[in-house]
């Protein structure tokens, strides 16, 4: 069913990729106001009650816009799942979950503080690995907006951004024993 048939004044392509759903430039570097912006006027023109008088078909449609938009914007707003769709879109597939390769003195990095974490006695030794560990990261972030934006090296991205998905869940680990100990 054709979008445009159902929801007339709605004038949006299911095959737009995020960035040109949004009106925004393919590239990583993004404005989180713009973004936010966009978002919200997207939500506007798509939400299900503004096509209530469209009847049930019109809001379906628009609801499942909702949730394309919805999906996209978290999609953008979060700088690892951004460079990663960058990535994709050009063509260099993450493969993270049969490609795990990572420099060697990453690797070691990694390890160590794995072992810190496991060693970690208190809060106080968990929240300084923390704070360690995100200054690293953002650091790689930055190195992931140059790969995609400067250099324009999307398999070199890919490979970052694999390694951003360790330091990702590394955190995540981070958090959940610092909720543990708080318990």
């Given at each position: 069913?054709?979008?445009?048939?159902?929801?007339?004044?709605?004038?949006?392509?299911?095959?737009?990729?995020?960035f040109?759903?949004?009106?925004?430039?393919?590239?990583?570097?993004?404005d989180?106001?713009?973004?936010?912006?966009?978002?919200?006027?997207?939500?506007?023109?798509?939400?299900?009650?503004?096509?209530?008088?469209?009847?049930?078909?019109?809001?379906?449609?628009?609801?499942?816009?909702?949730?394309?938009?919805?999906?996209?914007?978290r999609?953008l707003?979060d700088?690892?799942?951004?460079?990663?769709?960058?990535?994709?879109?050009?063509?260099?597939?993450?493969?993270?979950?049969?490609?795990?390769?990572?420099?060697?003195?990453?690797?070691?990095?990694?390890?160590?503080?794995?072992?810190?974490?496991?060693?970690?006695?208190?809060?106080?030794?968990?929240?300084?690995?923390?704070?360690?560990?995100?200054?690293?990261?953002?650091?790689?972030?930055?190195?992931?907006?140059?790969?995609?934006?400067?250099?324009?090296?999307?398999?070199?991205?890919?490979?970052?951004?694999?390694a951003?998905?360790?330091?990702?869940?590394?955190?995540?680990?981070?958090?959940?024993?610092l909720?543990?100990?708080?318990?």
């Open positions: 069913m054709r979008l445009r048939r159902v929801v007339p004044d709605l004038n949006l392509k299911i095959d737009d990729d995020d040109t759903l949004f009106g925004l430039p393919r590239r990583y570097a993004l989180p106001a713009e973004l936010d912006a966009h978002w919200r006027a997207l939500q506007a023109q798509v939400h299900p009650d503004r096509h209530a008088s469209g009847g049930v078909a019109a809001q379906r449609v628009a609801m499942q816009w909702a949730v394309r938009v919805n999906e996209a914007y999609r707003k700088p690892l799942r951004r460079g990663a769709y960058l990535c994709e879109l050009g063509g260099a597939s993450i493969d993270a979950h049969s490609n795990t390769a990572m420099p060697a003195a990453l690797l070691h990095q990694h390890m160590l503080w794995r072992e810190a974490l496991e060693d970690a006695r208190g809060v106080a030794e968990v929240e300084q690995l923390d704070e360690l560990v995100a200054r690293h990261q953002c650091e790689q972030l930055g190195r992931l907006a140059e790969l995609i934006d400067r250099d324009a090296d999307l398999p070199a991205a890919a490979a970052q951004v694999r951003l998905m360790f330091l990702a869940r590394l955190r995540d680990d981070i958090h959940h024993r909720e543990a100990l708080d318990a």
